[in-house]
């Protein structure tokens, strides 16, 4: 459902007339779903980066429609991370069809795989982690991901929101900080929290990836840095070094 709203919505964005369809069916060990819209398609030119992060739909359309920000790569890791694929076809000015597969049926040596047991089998259940992300479908994979530890998790959209849960849960164990908020910048908030909970691990987290991040990270007070789209095993590997220590 949560990759599903995700093509829908792009659907819908980039159809101004016609229709956006949508369905699934099984094809053999897995379920095959599809989004087709009749909207502006995609240049040719564009294909081999729309997966990409912060991609743009360059045609005399973008400005009225922008770009596919970080929901279809985000959508790629998802799909990825549950053992399927995803793939599309587009016509510019026709319209695009996106495809992807989930497998039916989970087996035991794919979860085994999936759950990182190097990395987790360090990691006490329970743990509180407070994710700030004003984008939901960066939220949902990172609670998909978190969910492999039975974290406890807490989602702030604003670095308002943030603050009000930092104030009451006096036992979170790690922050994951997004570093563009609606109202503030993770580093401003960083710096907030550290100064009243020196010892709580803070990991920001941010779709830029410049040269140059890290370093203002761990200066504004940040103990790692991880780059969105996000990486499960690089995640899991912070994880293990810091969620415990608090």
Known sequence: FKILNCLINNAVKFTNEGEVNFGFKVAGKFLEFYVKDTGIGIDPKDQNVIFDRFSKIRSDKTNLYGGTGLGLAISKAFVESLGGKIR????????????????????????????????????????????????????????????????????????????????????????????KLPDTNGYILTKQFKSIRPNLPIIAQTAYAMEGDRQKALEAGCDDYISKPIDSDKLFGILNKFINKS
């Open 88 to 179: 599309f076809n587009s016509t510019p000015n026709m319209g695009t069809a996106f495809y992807f597969t989930i497998p039916l049926k989970v087996t035991a040596k794919d979860k085994e795989n999936k759950d990182h047991d190097n990395y987790l089998s360090n990691i006490k259940p329970g743990r509180q982690v407070l994710v700030v992300e004003d984008e939901i479908m960066n939220y949902i994979y990172l609670e998909e991901i978190l969910s492999d530890i039975d974290a406890i998790i807490f989602h702030a959209k604003t670095g308002k929101e943030a603050l009000k849960i930092f104030q009451k849960k006096t036992k979170l164990n790690l922050v994951l900080m997004d570093i």
